[in-house]
């Protein structure tokens, strides 16, 4: 136990394992799927933010893709990306936009000797919202220094009187701080619900501004 690294220690008191020393190996698990073995993270923090212009807000090269009336849906990528050293965030590069500058300025703010941040961004309809709904790690690779997150979100629409376009897009970005130290990251992972709760109603039924029902279209 002597010989485990600080940042293992701090990783499993925030991730409830219970011993370090001599514990069994680590689970593969898929980047898109939750795995078997996953524990709930609930005292973590988070930055959202929407850009309603739908420009990419944070990419892993020198410069964001501008966007331009041609390019308008391409420019519209997701990002997924697991920071879990000064290193890491300084490779990237986020947009010279106020939503951009709100992620870049929360994961700045990571203390990452007892922290990392999930930082994603994804394309969202005007009139819709995605929430986060749940955040979680695998244990059995934290042991190994290894972070792997995963967030749950869902799909809802946005309150009646937000005026929107049902025609637009727009990037919603989530960085996600997580109380848990790890010396590197080898995958993510995340789920969608296509809906926050029982009993919304349908893109159909929110299609028509005029039928007076004041709903949003997806």
């Given at each position: 136990m002597?010989d485990?690294?600080?940042r293992?220690?701090?990783?499993?008191?925030?991730?409830?394992?219970?011993?370090?020393?001599?514990?069994?190996?680590?689970?593969?698990?898929?980047?898109?799927?939750?795995?078997?073995?996953?524990?709930?993270?609930?005292?973590?923090?988070?930055?959202?933010?929407?850009?309603?212009?739908?420009?990419?807000?944070?990419?892993?090269?020198?410069?964001?893709?501008?966007?331009?009336?041609?390019?308008?849906?391409?420019?519209?990528?997701?990002?997924?990306?697991?920071?879990?050293?000064?290193?890491d965030?300084?490779?990237?590069?986020?947009a010279?936009?106020?939503?951009?500058?709100?992620?870049?300025?929360?994961?700045?703010?990571?203390?990452?000797?007892?922290?990392?941040?999930?930082?994603?961004?994804?394309?969202?309809?005007?009139?819709?919202?995605?929430?986060?709904?749940?955040?979680?790690?695998?244990?059995?690779?934290?042991?190994?220094?290894?972070?792997?997150?995963?967030?749950?979100?869902?799909?809802?629409?946005?309150?009646?009187?937000v005026?929107?376009?049902?025609?637009?897009?727009?990037?919603?970005?989530?960085?996600?701080?997580?109380?848990?130290?790890?010396?590197?990251?080898?995958?993510?992972?995340?789920?969608?619900?296509?809906?926050?709760?029982r009993?919304?109603?349908?893109?159909?039924?929110?299609?028509?501004?005029?039928?007076?029902?004041?709903?949003?279209?997806?």
């Amino acid at each position: 136990m002597a010989d485990v690294p600080r940042r293992r220690v701090l990783l499993a008191a925030a991730s409830g394992i219970a011993a370090l020393a001599g514990c069994s190996g680590s689970e593969t698990a898929s980047n898109s799927y939750p795995v078997r073995n996953e524990r709930r993270i609930e005292d973590y923090e988070l930055e959202k933010t929407r850009d309603e212009d739908g420009g990419a807000l944070v990419t892993g090269d020198e410069a964001t893709p501008s966007l331009s009336a041609t390019e308008r849906a391409r420019q519209r990528r997701h990002a997924y990306r697991v920071l879990v050293s000064e290193d890491d965030l300084a490779a990237l590069t986020f947009a010279e936009t106020s939503a951009s500058e709100r992620l870049r300025s929360f994961c700045a703010g990571t203390d990452f000797d007892a922290e990392s941040v999930y930082l994603l961004s994804m394309p969202v309809g005007a009139c819709r919202d995605i929430r986060l709904t749940s955040v979680s790690v695998e244990p059995d690779d934290l042991a190994d220094g290894d972070l792997h997150p995963h967030a749950d979100f869902c799909r809802a629409y946005r309150p009646a009187d937000v005026e929107c376009d049902p025609e637009a897009t727009h990037t919603v970005g989530f960085a996600i701080r997580i109380p848990v130290a790890a010396d590197h990251s080898n995958g993510s992972g995340r789920g969608m619900a296509s809906s926050c709760r029982r009993g919304e109603p349908p893109a159909v039924f929110n299609a028509s501004a005029s039928s007076g029902t004041g709903g949003d279209e997806a």
